[in-house]
C-alpha cells in the first residue's frame, strides 16, 4: 500500500506505506515551514502515540518546540492554534473516519484552518528535499497542556450564535455514540455543560472502534435503537476523530449528512446573515436555503480549506 501524499497531509495503512520514519520527516518539514511552537493532538487510534512520538521528533529536530495537547477532537487542535496566541500551527494526528488499521498527519495554519494548496506545496517541496537539522543547543522542547477541550468549550459557549441558558432550560436527553474516539470524553463534558442527560454510547477513549468508523446510517443502527428505548431527544454520532457529525432523530432515525449542513446553514443566517459558501458535492438544498434568505452562494472545490479561503 503506497503512501498518500497531499497539500494536507499524510495518510496511510501503519507499517505498509506509513512508518515511523515518515512520520519523523514530515514532521520536519512542517517544522522547518511552521517554526514554533507547534500545537500536536491525535485521536484514539492504536498507532496514535507511535506516529505521535514520530512526527514530534522530526519537529523538535529543527528547532521547532512542541505543545501536545494528548487525545483530542480535531477542531480543538484548530481552536487551540487560532485563540491560544504564539503558536503557530498545529499536527492532528489522524485518519479521520478511515479504518483503524489507517492513520496519518493533518496539518493546521496559524490560523486555524488547514493549508492551502500553495502552503501545503511548500511542505512537500520541503519533505522531499530534506533540510538541515537543528544543532543539539537549538533542539526543540515539548509542554504538556491539558486544557485544550476547556478553551473549545468555553470558546464555544460564549459565542453569539448560542443561548446557552435556553438549551439548558429545556433540559435534553441526548445519546452519544462516539466510536471510543477523541469526541468521547470531550463530547460528554460539554453536552453536561449544556444541562443535557447523556446516554453514553461508545465514549471510552481506547480506539477500539466497535461499529464502522465513519458516521453513516449502516453504521448507527445501534444508536438509532438506543435513542428509541431512552427516549433520548436526539442522537449524536461521531467519527474517530470527532470532526464529522451525524443526527439521529427522536424517532430513532439517522438524519442524512445533506440535511444535516442544511438545518446548520439555516440555523447560522437565522442568527447571522450573509453568504453562504459550500463545496461543489454539497446538494442542491442550499440553494433554496440561500434563496429563502435572500442571501448570495458560493459554490467552492471540495476540501474544508477551500470554503474558508
Known sequence: MDLLISVSGIRGVVGDGLTPEEGVKFGAAFGVWAGGPIAVGRDTRPTGEMLEMAAISGMLSVGASVIRLGVVPTPTVLCFVRWEGMVSGGVVVTASHNPIQWNGLKLVHREGRFLT??????????????????????????????????????????????????????????????????????????????????????????????????????????????????GADVGFGLDPDADRLSLVSEEGRAVGEEYTLALAARFVLGKEPGPLVVNLSTSRM??????????????APVGEVNVLT
Do not use: M, Q
Request: hydrophobic share 35%; proline share 5%.
Open 117 to 230: 494548496r500553495d502552503e501545503g506545496e511548500v511542505v512537500l517541496r520541503l519533505y522531499r528535499e530534506g533540510h538541515p537539522r537543528a544543532s543539539w543547543e537549538y533542539v526543540g522542547e515539548v509542554t504538556d497542556r491539558k486544557d485544550a477541550v476547556d478553551l473549545h468549550i468555553d470558546k464555544v459557549l460564549s459565542s453569539k450564535l448560542i443561548d446557552p441558558d435556553s438549551i439548558r432550560r429545556r433540559k435534553c436527553k441526548v445519546v452519544l455514540d462516539a466510536v471510543n474516539g477523541a469526541g468521547g470524553e470531550a463530547g460528554v463534558r460539554f453536552l453536561k455543560s449544556l444541562g443535557c442527560d447523556v446516554v453514553e454510547l461508545n465514549c471510552t477513549p481506547d480506539g477500539t472502534f466497535p461499529r464502522g468508523p465513519e458516521p453513516v446510517a449502516e453504521n448507527l443502527y445501534k444508536l438509532e435503537d438506543l435513542v428509541r428505548e431512552s
Open 286 to 299: 442550499a440553494e433554496d436555503i440561500a434563496e429563502e434568505f435572500g442571501v448570495p452562494l458560493h459554490r
